[in-house]
């Protein structure tokens, strides 16, 4: 049986660490502030919202909430974020995707400051992960990925790593990481060839294809960590991941579960991400 690299024991390990520096911020006056931006009434959205506003507040993180209908112009948005740029009491800002057809997501995206953009949207922040400099914050999801192979001890520094999938939300700017870790990584997608056999290969599978249990057990090998970041409903309506858990976890040393995996990190990464970008702002 498969170790399950589970989510709430690095969540847990998480908040205590910033219970203690959001302390030490507050001692100084300062309160660590995030700005959630929605547009429209997305039942997703607002989950993740709720989710968020839990976490932050668990450890005395404020959290202000800026919410624009669904049929709102450009304008109005691109003036709510010049606003949030302006704000020194707002250190971070969370930006909810993707905005309405009409809107210019890249455009919207990059209007906002790289020192708040806390989820890793802009170009700078992206520049900064690609370059392996303090600039902006990476993604929150590709940063929960590592934190939780930190968290679990896995060493990365020479390690055979394969990622499936190269979004700018997981799979490049993970890649990056993880070589900045000394890691070896080769990066997959639909037009690998023979995918299951270079996943095989790999000490390490991450995998964020956006497709439910599109990897079995072909893609797994013996003594393999296998980090599943997807998050889809089955044909059952039942939440589950990339990767098919029942037929995979017999196969690998250790693996994340769905829910209850990657997910579960990503709000604490942006907890994380904000009290930092409070730090910076003094």
Known sequence: MAKLLEGREVTAALKTKHQTEVDGLLSKGITPTLGIIRVGEKEDDIAYERGATKRCEAV????KHFVLASDAVQEELIELIDGINADALIHG???FRPLPKYMSEDKICNILSTRKDVDGITDGSLAGVFAGRTRGFAPCTA?????????????????????????LVVGKPLSMMLMGKN?????????TADLPAVCRSAEILIVAAGRAKVIDKSFCSPGQILIDVGINVDEKGNICGDVDFEDCEPVVDAITPVPGGVGTVTTSILVEHVIEAARRSI
Not at 145 to 162: N, P, Q
Not at 183 to 191: D, E, G, R, S, Y
């Open 60 to 63: 005395n993180v404020a959290v």
């Open 143 to 167: 940063q929960a990925c590592m934190e939780i192979l930190d968290h679990f001890g896995v060493e990365l520094k020479g390690k055979r790593v394969a990622v499936v999938g190269r979004s």
């Open 183 to 191: 890691a070896t990584v080769t990066m997959c997608h639909t037009k």
């Open 93 to 95: 800002a969370l930006l």
